[in-house]
C-alpha cells in the first residue's frame, strides 16, 4: 500500500469530495491530489540525501508536504511554529536542512530562519507553486516504500531532542492496522485537534482518515473553545485530540455535536473513569485511548472501538506489532508486574537521523526500548504508568527539561536549575523549576519567565517557581532529579 495510491484514488472517482477543511476554506480531493503533484514537482529539484523543512499553518498545504515527500522519496522535517528561533535553527542545523517550504503568510520567518542557518535555497513559497500549477506529467510515485519520508524531532535518551526518521512503510503499517480495527469509511468526518507538524496529529488526524476516503477537519488551535465550535459547525463523526482537550470537553457546557460524534481518539496518560463517564453522557461517543511514541509511528496499543474496552488502559497491542512490558535485562515481566514497554514491528523507526549512539541506546535487536513504564493484565491491556525518561508533556506537546534548564542557567542570578513536571488538571503536566538563586541579585519570578520568554515557547515556560538552598544531587554529583520531583513535585 501506497498512501498516496489512496488518495489518487478517491481523487480521481471523486475528485469535487471535501478533503480537508482548514481556516483558509475547503479543499477537494482533487485540489489536494494536484497541491501534491506541485509540490512533488519542486522537491525532486532539490537535493534528495538533506531534508526539507514545512513551516505552515495547520491547513492543506501542510498535508499536501508530507504526501509530495512520500512521492518523491525527501525527507520532510516538519516546523513546529511555536518554537523560537534558537531552537530551530538548532534543529535545522542538526538535519542538515537544505529548503524550507512554507505558506506566504510564513515567508518572513522562513526567510529569516534560512538567512541564520545560511541554507543553500531561498524558501520555497507554497502559494506560488501552486499558482505556477503542476507539471503536465508529473507523477506521485514509482511503487517503492521509501527508506525515510519525514524527520519527527523528539526526546531521545539525552533528554534533547533528536530526529526520529519514518519510513513509509512505517506510516503505513499504523494507517493499516487502524484501516483494519477502527469502523470508518468515507461517510465519516475527522475533526482534528492535534498540531499537524506532531506525529499523532499527522498520522492518526489527517493521512488515516484520508486513506479511508473522509473528511478531516483542522482545527486551528487545541483550545477547547476551538475544539467545540468544531464539534458544533462540522458535526465529525471523529475526535482526535490530547487527552487533556478530551478532560475539558467533558465539563465544557453548551457544546452541541448534533449527536453525530461516535469516537474520540487520545494518546498519552490515560483518562479517568469519571471523564469517560461525563464525556460518553454528554456526546455520547466512546473515548478511545492508545499508546504511542514517535519512534514507532505514533500508535502502539488501541482500546477496542467495539466490544471489551478497560477504561483507564491504553488498550492492547495493534495487530501487526509485538509489544512486551521488560526488565533492565530484557527479560519478560511477570503479568501485573511494572515494566518499560518495548516494541517490535514494522512500524519501528529507521534510527535518529545522525544519531547512532542515540539510535543503539533505543534499538536492541530490533526492539525499541522506548524509556515508557506500564504493566500489563491477563488480557494484554496495558496499563501506562510514567515516562523512565524525563520528559514533560503539556497538552500533547513535548518539553525538554534539559533544554529548559540549560535556559536558566544562562540566566544572571541563577546558580541551579531542575526542570519537573507537576500533574495540572488544565493541561495534564506543567513544567516546574526548582531555583538556586543568588540571593545578592534576587531576580524576579517575573523577570526569570520574561527572559525564559526569549528562547521558549510558551508552553515550555514553567508554570511555577519554587526557591530552595540546594539542589539534592547523587554520589556522581548528578541533580537527583527523582528527589526533586518526590520534594517538591506534588503541587505547582
Known sequence: MLLTDAIVSVAETLPERPAVVD????????????????????????????????????????????????????????????????????LLRDCDCTAILCQDSWEGRASRLSSLCSLPEAPVVLDALEAAGPEPDESLGDGRLRDRVVCFYTASVTGFPCGALLTHGNLVSTVEAMLDL???????????????????????????????????????????????????????????????????????????SGGRLRFAMCSGDTVSAEVHACFEERYHARVIEGYGVTEAAALTTCNPFGGDRRVATVGRPLPN?????????????????????????????????????????????????????????????????????????????????????????????????????????????????????????????????AQCGEHLAEYELPKAIARVPRLPRTTAGHISRATVAYLYGRSL
Request: overall charge negative.
Open 321 to 449: 506489532q509485538t509489544v512486551r512490558i521488560a526488565d533492565d535485562h530484557m527479560n519478560l515481566a511477570p503479568v501485573g508486574d511494572v515494566g518499560e514497554i518495548i516494541i517490535r514491528g514494522p512500524n519501528v523507526m529507521a534510527g535518529y537521523l545522525n544519531r547512532p549512539e542515540d539510535t543503539l541506546a533505543v534499538l536492541n535487536e530490533g526492539w525499541l526500548h522506548t524509556g515508557d513504564l506500564a504493566w500489563e493484565d491477563s488480557d494484554q491491556f496495558l496499563h501506562f504508568v510514567g515516562r523512565k525518561r524525563d520528559l514533560i508533556v503539556v497538552d500533547g506537546l513535548n518539553v525538554y527539561p534539559g533544554h529548559v534548564e540549560t535556559v536558566l542557567e544562562g540566566l544572571e542570578g541563577i546558580l541551579d536549575a531542575c526542570v519537573i513536571g507537576v500533574r495540572d488538571a488544565d493541561v495534564g503536566e506543567a513544567p516546574k523549576a526548582v531555583l538556586v538563586v543568588d540571593e545578592s541579585s534576587a531576580p524576579s519570578d517575573e523577570w526569570i519567565l
Open 23 to 90: 481556516a483558509r476554506g475547503t479543499t477537494s480531493y482533487g485540489r489536494l491530489l494536484r497541491l501534491v503533484a506541485t509540490y512533488a514537482g519542486h522537491l525532486r529539484s532539490i537535493r534528495e540525501d538533506g531534508c526539507v523543512g514545512a513551516l505552515c499553518d495547520p491547513s492543506a498545504e501542510f498535508v499536501a508536504t508530507y504526501l509530495a515527500a512520500m512521492a518523491t522519496g525527501r525527507t520532510l522535517v516538519p516546523i513546529n511554529e511555536r518554537l523560537p528561533d534558537s531552537q530551530l535553527v538548532r
Open 182 to 256: 477502527a469502523p470508518m469509511g468515507e461517510e465519516d468526518v475527522f475533526a482534528t485537534a492535534m498540531p499537524v507538524w506532531h506525529p499523532y496529529g499527522a498520522l492518526l488526524g489527517c493521512l488515516l482518515p484520508l486513506a479511508a476516503g473522509a473528511r478531516v477537519i483542522i482545527c486551528p488551535a487545541a483550545a477547547s473553545e476551538c475544539v467545540a465550535r468544531a464539534l458544533e459547525v462540522h458535526k465529525p463523526t471523529f475526535l482526535v485530540a490530547p487527552n487533556t482537550v478530551i478532560s475539558r470537553l467533558a465539563t465544557l457546557p453548551h457544546v452541541d
